[in-house]
């Protein structure tokens, strides 16, 4: 099965830095990487996302790239705000929304003013 | 704008008793998951489910878990004889059919704290 590993676990920065969170795949079946963003008690919402037919995407100032060779993919936040602190997943799929997403072990980003 | 909603927000059991916990998902959507994630880890999943039936389950999805829909709203996940080790919060999510993409978007729930006693 598909197997998701995400680094760095913790990352901390100071407002207005930039920080990239970075994850492998191992399924060279998955085509769908959705990003979630998790704070601390609620529940995982998306952010953004990308499909295997590109290699990057942006909305604002989180960006995404993937390397399909590679089998990696990463999230990028620009001009870090400390809204942005929360756990971050990355994740896997084979068939896009309706297939098992595959979790990474999330980073916890922590953004200080 | 429409979320998936769970009950109970928090669920304490002993040990070796059954648990239900339910969700409704987005109105339109006619896939369902449930996953879990343990304290400081990360999400696991457990099941998928679509025209009333599993599609997929994990190892984790043993006999002592089962998933129903017993109508038209709500979609449950029941734990015959729960182990310790079953303490985890619970997210139940929802997608949209296929139909209308090739990649929809899982919308996540709450989530259910259940804790084992």
């Known amino acids: 099965g598909e197997n998701v590993e995400q680094h760095p676990s913790t990352l901390s920065v100071q407002e207005g830095d930039s920080a990239v969170i970075k994850c492998t795949y191992s399924?060279?079946?998955?085509?769908?990487f959705p990003w979630y963003k998790q704070e601390l008690g609620k529940r995982p919402q998306l952010i953004i996302d990308i499909r295997s037919n590109v290699g990057e995407k942006k909305d604002q100032r989180i960006a995404v790239t993937l390397n399909k060779t590679a089998k990696h993919f990463s999230l990028h936040i620009t001009e870090t705000q400390p809204e942005d602190s929360a756990v971050y997943f990355c994740a896997a799929s084979p068939s896009g929304g309706y297939s098992t997403l595959t979790f990474g072990k999330g980073t916890m980003l922590l953004v200080s003013p | 704008e429409p979320e998936v909603t769970q009950t109970p927000s928090h669920q304490v059991t002993q040990m070796g008793q059954e648990v239900i916990l339910r969700c409704v998902p987005i109105?339109?959507?006619?896939?369902f998951y449930w996953y879990r994630q343990i304290l400081g880890q990360k999400v696991e999943f457990l099941v998928s489910?679509?025209?009333?039936?599993?599609?997929?389950k994990s190892e984790i999805f043993d006999d002592q878990f089962s998933v129903e829909r017993p109508d038209g709203s709500n979609f449950t996940l029941k734990i015959r004889s729960t182990k310790l080790e079953d303490s985890a919060m619970y997210f139940c999510?929802?997608?949209?059919?296929?139909?209308?993409?090739?990649?929809?978007?899982?919308?996540f729930g709450p989530g259910t704290r259940l804790t084992v006693l």
């Open positions: 489910f679509y025209n009333n039936e599993i599609s997929e």
């Open positions: 999510a929802s997608s949209e059919s296929f139909r209308t993409s090739s990649y929809n978007e899982q919308f």
């Open positions: 399924d060279s079946a998955s085509n769908y």
């Open positions: 109105s339109n959507h006619l896939y």
